[in-house]
């Protein structure tokens, strides 16, 4: 029996490990749309709307896979305000990026916000 049975019959809750850089749209009617959060270090935390564009939504979008979506972007916590913490702050990308952490930011954990500023994103 693998760990991931064992811990179903047991009634462990079953938890996500992330990698490094990792994007997920949370709070969103649809998987496309919704809060971005960025995983570091194994911890899902937030993004502040700072400086936030199209660029920024485009490059969301392509890291999540939605190539032929039409990127929007939501600001001032639009999809609720997140929990933990605020990752990135001030990011500013060119388009291009294959990944957020590509894109120019404060240092991660660094920022001037609160989530009250979390950014949100649709891919549709």
């Known amino acids: 029996m693998t760990g991931l049975a064992i811990a179903v019959l047991i009634g462990l809750p079953l938890v996500h490990c992330c990698t490094s850089g990792e994007l997920q749209l949370v709070n969103g009617d649809t998987p496309e749309v919704g809060r971005v959060e960025i995983c570091i270090n194994g911890t899902w935390g937030t993004v502040c709307d700072d400086h ?3 660029s920024n939504a485009q490059v969301v979008c392509r ?5 032929n979506a039409v990127p929007e972007f939501y600001s001032s916590a639009y999809f609720g305000a997140g929990t933990g913490q605020i990752f990135l702050d001030d990011v500013h990308c060119a ?3 294959s990944s957020l952490l590509e894109c120019m930011h404060r240092p991660i954990g660094s920022h001037n916000c609160d989530h009250s500023d979390d ?3 649709s891919c549709i």
């Not at 890291?63 to 190539?67: A, D, E, H, K, T």
């Open 95 to 97: 388009g291009n990026e």
């Open 52 to 54: 936030w564009n199209h």
């Open 63 to 67: 890291q999540l896979g939605y190539l």
């Open 119 to 121: 950014v949100g994103v």
